[in-house]
């Protein structure tokens, strides 16, 4: 039987210090993964990823790093001296700054280095968005093309939407980790998601983390509403 609690990743949006520490703490003995992101980082620095740290969790760090070559390196070094167990940078940086990312997060880690993510295409952007950028190609052939490309550089994995998962697992194999955020119980609400995907069918598809934010974190009861969406997980392990 799959450990699904070590696949499900918490996202603790918000700015608020109390309510993050106090989410921490109430889902963190549900999650194998809390997520510190952009709002949370740039009020209180790499400080937030050492105090969440210490709940037990492992720690994802998002902040979608996207700059030259050598900022990016500097800047992963200093993710890994955070404590942060996983980052993640957009692919769109190119190849050498995929490589400069992950030389960063190495030759800063005293143990284990964190594992390096690529963000693919945002969800955000569909063919005609693409098009504008100059890049006319459909969303899932860039994904995999960007996903593809990420692996050659070293890096452990993508972040992409759970109904781009068997593609890039086709194309980069089993080992090649799958974070998949955009899930949605059926129960929830889906506020500005769009493409979404129920837990069960994220994991029936192959995706290896799910990051799930306000379905747990705004609930009446987030121990409650992680506990339901671990046994919903558990579900789709079964079925695939
Ligand atoms: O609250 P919700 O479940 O929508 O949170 C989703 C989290 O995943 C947010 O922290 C957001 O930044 C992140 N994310 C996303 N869609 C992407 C990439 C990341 O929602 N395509």
Do not use: Y
Request: negative net charge; contains cysteine; hydrophobic residues 50%.
């Amino acid at each position: 039987m799959r450990d699904v609690r070590s696949a499900l990743c918490i996202a603790l949006d918000g700015t608020d210090l109390e309510w993050i520490e106090a989410t921490a703490r109430t889902v963190a003995p549900h999650a194998g993964w809390l997520k510190v992101g952009l709002e949370g980082f740039t009020a209180h620095g790499p400080d937030l990823v050492r105090r969440v740290g210490q709940l037990g969790s492992r720690i994802f760090l998002d902040l979608k790093l996207h700059d030259i070559p050598a900022t990016v390196s500097r800047a992963a070094a200093n993710c890994a001296v955070s404590g942060a167990d996983m980052f993640n940078v957009h692919a769109g940086g190119g190849a050498a700054m995929l490589r400069a990312a992950v030389e960063g997060a190495r030759s800063a880690a005293t143990s284990q280095p964190p594992k390096v993510l690529a963000v693919t295409v945002l969800t955000s952007l569909d063919h005609q968005a693409l098009s504008e950028l100059g890049l006319p190609i459909a969303p899932d052939e860039l994904v995999v093309r960007w996903a593809r490309m990420a692996q050659s550089c070293g890096l452990d994995g993508v972040v992409a939407s759970a109904k781009e998962a068997p593609l890039v697992r086709r194309a980069c194999g089993p080992e090649f980790l799958i974070v998949t955020p955009g899930i949605r119980p059926a129960w929830a609400a889906g506020d500005d998601q769009k493409r979404i995907v129920t837990p069960a069918a994220a994991i029936a598809d192959g995706a290896d983390v799910l990051v799930i934010g306000r379905p747990v974190t705004r609930a009446d009861d987030p121990a409650a509403a992680a506990q339901r969406i671990l046994q919903e997980m558990s579900e789709g392990a079964s079925a695939s």
